[in-house]
Each structure stands twice: as structure tokens, then as C-alpha cells.
């Protein structure tokens, strides 16, 4: 019963997204009045540093070269104060500390101090790249004192099921801010203004513990439902329905974005939060002067589709959402080699299924190796993986500074520089209607027919190195190009004719990557 149940709710879903609006087209995705293809750059790793500057100077330095490529937003890692100073912002502690104020070991934060940011942002602003904030509202870490209450523990496989019986805890609940003695928030937190926490200092017992009082309400209902409830992720997970909670949360929402000039979000980790209070949250932010077009995108990670759409539907165009599914797709083809079907690449992937509500995506800083969603895709196949997140008029794509810039992490010299390469061609070549040429298994193409301003361009993809390159060529047909000559924009000598129908044959090349260009436009 309970699979026809789902199966009934998906075909609801995704027949009720029909009257959904798609996201994309009503936010801001670069400057005002720019017939430029928009792209958004995530501008850190997981253990990203400068060995001679503060990560905001880099930022502020790096401005210029990015806008040279082609990026028009920029997302900045999670600028509040953590609970240690070389924390990321994800273990967040203090949201309205920016880089302000004495607590946790320093003023500023793991990437720099509130000044280093803001003129950051504003080198950002000045290069015509909007700014993107990493909110965390799912939870805090660090308090600053221990508090005692009721708690019951509960299975970590079902958050619905108790293990225990309610009795006393001691958790690390009371963050007081005393650094920052009220300034921009005079709210300090306790244990009432959260649903649950890991840890028992009492009997230092780990474990998923539901706080318990007579305003508790349990779990909220309005969270995803793995683990049978899936509202506490870690640390000391945020009661949404709180309404001091929620008063702060709406508050912080506008000011930092009047005090950074950002102009949106990536929300994260959404299916552990009560999606009533986010939809309010965006909302609420939005309804500004001069925020109607404001950007949000949500990290709800599942790479099954059927569990995206739900929530599709339920924010009603208010965020894009990263897609998830088609970054497991590159990352399986990668895996698989030359036994994939790369035709089949935009299978179960949300740009297939709602083009205008996917942020596309080919690696972030979580699916780096080692960490918590590992899933990286291999560079066998990364460059056909930008390809296809650049070169297509689908969705909405995000480079990742890993793959782009040096670093200890994971950077490939290599695919840095073919990246850069397709950034251009986007920039320059990637316009208009497409037309796909998907009829062979490891050797795909498709044509963007090119605009007014814009002569278009063809891509040619294969993910087996060992193809005969003489003899694996895709036909296709540029339009009114009849009788021109096309080249490779990686290698200028290679040529293909086009008949006077239109029509040429369209090798791939060593690297598995083509892009052609008619002769004389670059």
C-alpha cells in the first residue's frame, strides 16, 4: 500500500507542478539589462586558504579575472563567526558576527574580518558580479554554557521511534554572545529555542536526544522524511516554530543583505528544516525595495528526482535548487568509463525534467574526496561534465574553485585550463536555440544555433578515449552556415567543411572534448 501510496503522491506532484512557476527567470542572475550568458562561480574548497592573504582579499583580488571569464555571481562561503576560528561557518555560532567582534579565539572568522568582507563584496559589485550568501539556519554549535532540561532519546534510523524514556540532560544549549553584547540581535538562546541535540553531558552518552518541556512540540512535520523524520542533522538543531527564533532568523535574512549588498542565497541543508518557515523566510526577505529578483538556491541533496520534486512544488518558484541528480549522473559516467550511455547523461536529472529551476553543478565542497558526500567525478570525464553544464542553454550553471584554481585539494592543471577555455566559449559562442545529435553511445553532440549578437557554436563529446577519431564524427546541421568553415577553439588548425545544405561532420578530439567555431569569429 505504502508503494502505490508514493507512487499516486509523485504522480500528484509532478502533475500539480504544471502551475508551479519556474524560479530562475524571476531572479537576478548577473547585471541588470546583460545579454550575457549568467554563470556563478563557488569561490572555496573545504579546506580553502591563502597562504598570504585573508580569503576575502583573495576574493577582492581575484575579482577582475573572474568577470574576464565570464562569472557574474559570486558564492562566498558562510561569513558568521564559527565555533572555532578555523571553522568553516557550517559549525555556525554566531550568524550576526561577521568578522566583528571577540569570541571564539579571535575576531575574525576562518576567512577574514567583516571589513576584508564588505570590500570584498563591493570589488565584487564593481566587476558587476552579484554576491551569493551562505546561509546555515539549520542548527548552532559552540555555546557558551551548559543548560539542564528533559530529553528523550530516539532511534537514529527513526527519529519517530523513542528508545528511552524522557529524564534529564545536560547539553550545550545557552549561547549568551558575549562578545558581541547585543549588537545588530539583543536575542540570546537556549534550550527552548531548539528541538534536539547529540550529546548527554550528564551520562556522556552520544546520541539524537528530543528535547522535551511543556512548549517543546517534538520534531517538526515539515521536514523530509528519511529517517522517519529527518529534522535534526547535527549539533544543536533550531525549533523553526519558535517565534523569538523566528523573529531573529527574519531580521538577520534582510540585514545581511543591506549590509553585504549580496543579492540572494544558497540555503543549506534544507531538508532538515521546517520548509513552512523557510518559504516565509524567502519571502519575507524578498518583499523589499529592490529585492523582488532575489536569488535563492537550495541544497536539498538526494540524487532521486521523485524526492526533489516534492519539494519543488511545495516552494512554489520561490528557490532553485542544485541538481543533485545529474552531478551522481557525472559522477557515475566517470566511474563507468566507456561502458556508459552517454546518451543517457540527463536522465532523472531535474535540468531534464524543470530546466528553470536547476542550478547546475559538477562538483561542490562536500563531494570532495573524504568528505561527507563524496561523489567526485574523476577528470576523465569533468571536462565533458563542464561541457555540459556551460554549452547548453539548460539550467543554471556553478563552477567550483577547486576546479579552476590551484589547490592542495584536488586541482588538475589540465582541466583548469580546458574549464577556462569553455567558460569563454560560453561567454562568447554559447547562445541560442539548440538542436541535440545524441545517437551514439559514447560520442554525443548538439549545435547552439547562435543569436543576433552571437554566431553559436557545436559541441562534440565522447567518453572513450580509444574512439577512431578519423572515423567516430557526429553530423549535424548548423543552419545558415551553408558552405563556411568551422575550427576547433582548442586547436585552430582543425577544420570541418559544411555542405550547402548545412550539414557538416563533427569529430570529438584526444581530450574527449570539441568545440567548434565558425572560422573568423575568434
Given at each position: 500500500?505504502s508503494?502505490?501510496y508514493?507512487?499516486?503522491?509523485?504522480?500528484?506532484?509532478?502533475?500539480?507542478?504544471?502551475?508551479?512557476?519556474p524560479?530562475?527567470p524571476?531572479?537576478?542572475?548577473?547585471?541588470?539589462e546583460?545579454s550575457?550568458?549568467?554563470?556563478?562561480?563557488?569561490?572555496?574548497?573545504?579546506?580553502?586558504?591563502?597562504?598570504?592573504?585573508?580569503?576575502?582579499?583573495?576574493?577582492a583580488?581575484?575579482?577582475?579575472?573572474?568577470?574576464a571569464?565570464?562569472?557574474?555571481?559570486?558564492?562566498l562561503?558562510p561569513?558568521?563567526?564559527?565555533m572555532?576560528?578555523?571553522?568553516?561557518?557550517?559549525?555556525a555560532?554566531?550568524?550576526?558576527?561577521?568578522?566583528e567582534?571577540?569570541?571564539k579565539?579571535?575576531?575574525?572568522?576562518?576567512?577574514?574580518t567583516?571589513?576584508?568582507l564588505?570590500k570584498?563584496?563591493?570589488?565584487a559589485?564593481?566587476c558587476?558580479?552579484?554576491?551569493?550568501?551562505d546561509?546555515?539556519l539549520?542548527?548552532?554549535?559552540?555555546?557558551?554554557?551548559?543548560?539542564?532540561f528533559?530529553?528523550?532519546?530516539?532511534?537514529?534510523?527513526?527519529r519517530?521511534?523513542?528508545i528511552?524514556?524522557?529524564?534529564?540532560?545536560?547539553?550545550?544549549?545557552?549561547f549568551?554572545?558575549?562578545?558581541?553584547l547585543?549588537?545588530?540581535?539583543s536575542m540570546?538562546?537556549?534550550?527552548?529555542h531548539f528541538?534536539?541535540?547529540?550529546?548527554?553531558?550528564?551520562t556522556?552518552?552520544?546520541?539524537?536526544?528530543?528535547i522535551?518541556?511543556?512548549?517543546?512540540?517534538?520534531?517538526?512535520m515539515w521536514?523530509?522524511?528519511?529517517?522517519?523524520?529527518?529534522?535534526y542533522?547535527?549539533?544543536?538543531?533550531?525549533?523553526h516554530?519558535?517565534p523569538e527564533?523566528?523573529?531573529?532568523?527574519?531580521?538577520?535574512?534582510?540585514?545581511?543583505?543591506?549590509?553585504t549588498g549580496?543579492?540572494?542565497?544558497?540555503?543549506?541543508?534544507i531538508?532538515?528544516?521546517?520548509?513552512?518557515?523557510?518559504?516565509?523566510?524567502?519571502?519575507?526577505?524578498r518583499?523589499?525595495?529592490?529585492?523582488?529578483?532575489?536569488f535563492?538556491?537550495s541544497e536539498?541533496?538526494?540524487?532521486?528526482?521523485?524526492?526533489?520534486?516534492?519539494?519543488?512544488?511545495a516552494?512554489?518558484g520561490?528557490?532553485?535548487f542544485?541538481?543533485?541528480?545529474?552531478?551522481?549522473?557525472?559522477?557515475?559516467?566517470?566511474?563507468?568509463?566507456a561502458?556508459?550511455?552517454?546518451?543517457?547523461?540527463?536522465?532523472g536529472?531535474l535540468?531534464?525534467?524543470r530546466?528553470?529551476?536547476?542550478?547546475?553543478?559538477?562538483d561542490?565542497?562536500?563531494?570532495?574526496?573524504?568528505?561527507?558526500?563524496?561523489?567526485?567525478?574523476?577528470?576523465?570525464?569533468?571536462?565533458?561534465?563542464?561541457?555540459?553544464?556551460?554549452?547548453?542553454?539548460?539550467?543554471?550553471p556553478?563552477v567550483f574553485?577547486?576546479?579552476?584554481?590551484?589547490?592542495?585539494?584536488?586541482f588538475d592543471?589540465?582541466i583548469?585550463?580546458?574549464?577556462?577555455?569553455?567558460?569563454?566559449?560560453?561567454k562568447?559562442?554559447?547562445?541560442?536555440?539548440m538542436?541535440?545529435?545524441?545517437?551514439?553511445?559514447?560520442?554525443?553532440?548538439?549545435v547552439?544555433?547562435?543569436?543576433?549578437?552571437?554566431?553559436?557554436?557545436?559541441?562534440v563529446?565522447?567518453?572513450?578515449?580509444?574512439?577512431?577519431l578519423?572515423?567516430?564524427?557526429?553530423?549535424?546541421?548548423?543552419?545558415l552556415?551553408?558552405g563556411?568553415?568551422?575550427h576547433?577553439?582548442?586547436d585552430s588548425t582543425?577544420?570541418?567543411?559544411?555542405?550547402s545544405?548545412?550539414?557538416g561532420?563533427?569529430p570529438s578530439s584526444?581530450?574527449?572534448v570539441e568545440?567548434?567555431?565558425?572560422?573568423?569569429?575568434y
Open positions: 500500500m508503494f502505490i508514493r507512487e499516486l503522491r509523485y504522480w500528484l506532484d509532478c502533475l500539480l507542478l504544471k502551475w508551479v512557476p524560479s530562475l524571476a531572479m537576478q542572475l548577473g547585471p541588470d546583460s550575457q550568458n549568467p554563470t556563478m562561480v563557488q569561490f572555496f574548497t573545504w579546506d580553502a586558504r591563502h597562504p598570504d592573504m585573508s580569503w576575502w582579499e583573495h576574493v583580488k581575484e575579482a577582475p579575472r573572474l568577470a571569464l565570464g562569472f557574474t555571481q559570486i558564492w562561503p561569513p558568521n563567526k564559527a572555532e576560528q578555523t571553522g568553516r561557518g557550517y559549525d555560532y554566531d550568524l550576526w558576527d561577521l568578522g567582534f571577540d569570541q579565539g579571535s575576531v575574525a572568522t576562518r576567512w577574514g567583516k571589513e576584508d564588505l570584498a563584496c563591493d570589488a559589485r564593481q558587476d558580479m552579484n554576491v551569493i550568501i546561509a546555515v539549520n542548527h548552532k554549535l559552540g555555546a557558551d554554557r551548559m543548560e539542564s528533559r530529553a528523550v532519546r530516539v532511534d537514529p534510523l527513526n519517530l521511534r523513542d528511552e524514556n524522557e529524564r534529564p540532560v545536560k547539553g550545550w544549549t545557552a549568551d554572545f558575549p562578545g558581541r547585543g549588537k545588530y540581535s540570546r538562546w537556549n534550550f527552548n528541538t534536539g541535540l547529540d550529546w548527554d553531558e550528564l556522556q552518552t552520544n546520541g539524537v536526544f528530543r522535551c518541556s511543556e512548549i517543546h512540540k517534538g520534531w517538526s521536514v523530509d522524511t528519511e529517517n522517519g523524520n529527518y529534522d542533522l547535527l549539533g544543536i538543531d533550531i525549533d516554530r519558535h527564533v523566528r523573529g531573529d532568523l527574519f531580521s538577520w535574512g534582510s540585514w545581511i543583505l543591506d549590509t549580496a543579492c540572494g542565497f544558497r540555503l543549506d541543508a531538508k532538515h528544516m521546517d520548509r513552512k518557515f523557510l518559504l516565509e523566510f524567502i519571502k519575507r526577505t518583499n523589499h525595495p529592490g529585492r523582488k529578483r532575489l535563492a538556491v536539498y541533496w538526494s540524487a532521486s528526482l521523485r524526492l526533489i520534486i516534492p519539494y519543488v512544488r516552494f512554489h520561490q528557490t532553485s542544485f541538481d543533485v541528480p545529474l552531478h551522481q549522473n557525472f559522477h557515475r559516467a566517470s566511474k563507468a568509463g561502458s556508459y550511455d552517454f546518451r543517457t547523461i540527463f536522465k536529472s535540468v531534464k525534467s530546466p528553470g529551476d536547476a542550478v547546475t553543478f559538477v561542490n565542497h562536500d563531494t570532495q574526496v573524504g568528505q561527507s558526500l563524496e561523489s567526485w567525478v574523476d577528470t576523465n570525464f569533468k571536462a565533458q561534465a563542464y561541457a555540459l553544464i556551460l554549452l547548453r542553454s539548460h539550467g543554471y556553478c574553485y577547486g576546479d579552476l584554481y590551484p589547490n592542495d585539494e584536488c592543471a589540465g583548469s585550463r580546458t574549464l577556462k577555455q569553455l567558460l569563454l566559449a560560453r562568447s559562442f554559447a547562445y541560442g536555440p538542436v541535440d545529435y545524441f545517437e551514439h553511445r559514447n560520442c554525443i553532440g548538439f547552439r544555433m547562435g543569436d543576433s549578437d552571437h554566431a553559436g557554436c557545436v559541441v563529446l565522447s567518453n572513450d578515449p580509444m574512439l577512431d578519423t572515423m567516430s564524427k557526429v553530423r549535424m546541421n548548423v543552419g552556415h551553408q563556411a568553415t568551422f576547433s577553439l582548442f582543425r577544420t570541418v567543411a559544411i555542405d545544405d548545412g550539414w561532420a563533427f584526444e581530450d574527449c568545440v567548434w567555431i565558425k572560422s573568423g569569429e
